[in-house]
């Protein structure tokens, strides 16, 4: 397993912390976001999901993460239905709200970002 990989999962901690920020519930689901064709087990908030996904190199950290339902985390990765751009608009302006410093850029793993901040000093 490369070194990067485990930059890109939640660690347990953040895990917790990302369901308390979200107080246990998905985040579309509180959203009122389409839950069309979904069953209950479908809708119960288990899982975190990234805004930048780990295929991108999305780091496994607070603010590149939400707490989502099965089906609405389906509905983002797969966007079989074309609604992942409004997911992802909506996504960020939650992000946003939570983090008002919220980066884009920041969310993605640098290998040389030790490089980065050295020259800032």
Request: one cysteine or more; glycine letters at 8%; charged letters at 30%.
């Amino acid at each position: 397993m490369a070194k990067y990989t485990r930059k890109l999962e939640f660690s347990e901690k953040t895990r917790k912390r990302i369901k308390e920020r979200d107080h246990g519930a998905c985040i579309f689901c509180e959203m009122g976001y389409t839950t069309e064709g979904a069953t209950g087990m479908d809708l119960i908030p288990c899982d975190i999901m990234h805004f930048v996904p780990r295929s991108s190199l999305g780091l496994g950290i607070e603010q590149n993460g939400a707490l989502g339902c099965r089906y609405h985390h389906n509905l983002l990765d797969n966007g079989n239905k074309g609604l992942r751009p409004d997911m992802l608009r909506r996504f960020e302006s939650y992000l946003r709200r939570c983090y008002p410093d919220w980066d884009k850029s920041k969310l993605v793993y640098n290998k040389f970002a030790y490089l980065i901040h050295k020259r800032e000093f």
